[in-house]
C-alpha cells in the first residue's frame, strides 16, 4: 500500500479558503486514483472528491460541487483539495485515501490507503 500523509488542515472563519495537500510515498503514486473523504463529530466519514489516476475525471459530492476542486501533481507524488467559500457545516477531520489501478470513486470501500487525516475547523 501507498503511505499518505494529510497537511494544510486548521482554522478559518466562513467565506474563506484552504488547501489540503496529500504527500504519497512507497508506491507509484500515478498506479493510484485518489480520493478525499471527511468525518464530522459523531458522523459517518463521507465523500468529498476524487481523481483518477492521470488527473482527469473529477467527481465530487453535491455539498461540495462548486466550492472545493481536487486536482494531483504526480512529479510531485501530491493530491490536492482547494476549498473556496468554506461553512461551518465543512468542519470535519479530512482524510485522502487511495485505490490501485482504480478509478474516480466515491464509494468508500473502494480505497485500501488511508492517511492520518487533518482537522479542518470552519467558525461561523
Known amino acids: 500500500q501507498v503511505q499518505l500523509v494529510e497537511s494544510g488542515g486548521g482554522l478559518v472563519q466562513a467565506g474563506g479558503s484552504l488547501r489540503l495537500s496529500c504527500a504519497a510515498s512507497?508506491?507509484?503514486?500515478?498506479?493510484?486514483?485518489m480520493a478525499w473523504f471527511r468525518q464530522a463529530p459523531g458522523k459517518e466519514r463521507e465523500f468529498v472528491a476524487s481523481i483518477s489516476r492521470i488527473g482527469t475525471i473529477p467527481n465530487y459530492s453535491d455539498s461540495v460541487q462548486g466550492r472545493f476542486t481536487i486536482s494531483r501533481d504526480n512529479a510531485k507524488n501530491t493530491v490536492y483539495l482547494q476549498m473556496n467559500s468554506l461553512k461551518p457545516e465543512d468542519t470535519a477531520v479530512y482524510f485522502c485515501?487511495?485505490?490501485?489501478?482504480?478509478?474516480?470513486?466515491?464509494?468508500?470501500?473502494?480505497?485500501?490507503?488511508w492517511g492520518q487525516g487533518t482537522q479542518v475547523t470552519v467558525s461561523s
Open positions: 485515501a487511495g485505490r490501485l489501478f482504480g478509478s474516480s470513486y466515491s464509494n468508500i470501500k473502494q480505497y485500501d490507503s
Open positions: 512507497g508506491r507509484t503514486f500515478s498506479n493510484y486514483a
